[in-house]
C-alpha cells in the first residue's frame, strides 16, 4: 500500500472503525484480532502519507487515545503482548511533527512511568508474552520522549515515579551499557515521590544508580552529575536512612574517582558527601 490507498480508507472510516473495535475488545482478553488490528495499524501509520498522518493525528488524535488507553490499563490488561502496543505508541509519536512538542509531551506526561510500573510488577508471572521486547520498546519510549523534553524547557513535563519500580526496572539493564545509560539518564531526572513506605525503595535506587554508574563504559560529565543530582534529591526526602547506610556510602567512595573527572559531577559527589555525613580520606 501507499499513501494513494489512504484516500479510499478515509472515506469510509476504516481507521475509526479499526480505534472502535480496539475499545470493544478491551473486555475481550487474548483476542487474536488485535494482532491484526495492530499489524494493520502499524502498516497504514508507515505508508499513509503526510495528507494521512495529518489526518490520524489531527483529526481523530491518534496520540491522545492511545495514550488513553494505556494510562486506562485497559488494553495492557488484555492484550499481552505488551511490546506491540508500545512499539505502535513509538511510531505515532516519530510521525508527529516536530513543532507539536508540547502537544506531543502533554499527551504522553505519565505514559513511561506507568509502562515501567507495569512493567516491573508483572516480572515472573508470564502475563506479558515477552517481558525483554517490553522492556527495549519501553526504552525507545524514553528516547522518544527525551528528545521531545530536550527542545522545551518546562519542568511541567517531567515525569513523577516512585524509586522502588525504577530501581528494578534500571537493574534490568545491568549488563546492557548501551540501554543502561539511556534508562538512567531518563530516571535520574523524574521527580522521585518518597514517603516513609517508600524509604527501602530510596535506598534500592541509589544503590542502582550507583551500580549502573559503575558499569558505565563511557561515562560523561551530564550522566554522572545527574546521577549524583538525583540521589541527592532521592537521599533529602530520607537522609537518616542515608546517613545510617554504611553500605551506599561506601559505593559513594568507590565512584568518587569517576565523578572527580568533571567539574559539575564532582560538585554533586561532594553536595552528597555533606548530605550522608560522609567522612572521605585520601585512605578510604
Not at 481507521?15 to 488485535?34: C, D, G, Q
Not at 487515545?65 to 488484555?78: E, V
Not at 545510617?244 to 559513594?252: P, T
Request: with cysteine.
Amino acid at each position: 500500500v501507499n499513501d494513494r490507498c489512504y484516500g479510499p480508507l478515509m472515506s469510509c472510516h476504516a481507521f475509526e472503525l479499526l480505534l472502535t473495535r480496539i475499545e470493544a475488545m478491551a473486555n475481550e482478553p487474548n483476542n487474536p484480532e488485535f494482532d491484526l488490528i495492530i499489524s494493520v495499524m502499524l502498516r497504514v501509520l508507515d505508508n499513509c502519507g503526510p495528507k494521512g498522518i495529518s489526518h490520524l493525528m489531527e483529526r481523530l488524535g491518534l496520540l491522545p487515545w492511545i495514550c488513553s488507553l494505556i494510562l486506562g490499563r485497559r488494553i495492557l490488561q488484555c492484550y499481552r503482548k505488551r511490546s506491540d502496543v508500545i512499539n505502535l505508541l513509538n511510531l505515532i509519536m516519530d510521525k508527529c511533527p516536530q513543532s507539536s512538542g508540547e502537544d506531543v509531551l502533554l499527551a504522553v506526561r505519565g505514559v513511561p512511568e506507568a509502562l515501567i510500573e507495569q512493567h516491573v510488577s508483572e516480572l515472573g508471572d508470564s502475563i506479558d508474552l515477552d517481558p525483554h521486547r517490553t522492556s527495549e520498546a519501553v526504552v525507545r519510549l524514553l528516547e522518544n520522549v527525551s528528545t521531545y523534553r530536550a527542545s522545551i524547557a518546562d519542568d511541567s513535563f517531567v515525569g513523577i515515579m516512585k524509586p522502588g519500580p525504577a530501581a528494578s526496572f534500571l537493574a534490568e539493564f545491568d549488563k546492557n551499557d548501551h540501554a543502561s545509560s539511556k534508562v538512567l539518564m531518563y530516571l535520574c531526572r523524574l521527580r522521585i515521590l518518597v514517603d516513609e513506605s517508600e524509604a527501602n525503595g530510596a535506598l534500592q535506587f541509589c544503590f542502582a544508580i550507583f551500580r549502573a554508574l559503575q558499569q558505565l563504559v563511557s561515562p560523561n560529565s551530564s550522566i554522572c552529575a545527574a546521577s549524583m543530582r538525583c540521589i541527592i534529591r532521592v537521599g533529602s526526602l530520607c537522609p537518616s536512612t542515608i546517613q545510617q547506610n554504611d553500605a551506599l556510602k561506601k559505593r559513594a567512595v568507590e565512584v568518587r574517582p569517576l565523578c572527580s573527572r568533571w567539574v559539575e559531577s564532582r560538585m554533586a559527589w561532594e553536595e552528597f558527601s555533606a548530605l550522608s555525613l560522609l567522612t572521605f580520606t585520601s585512605e578510604s
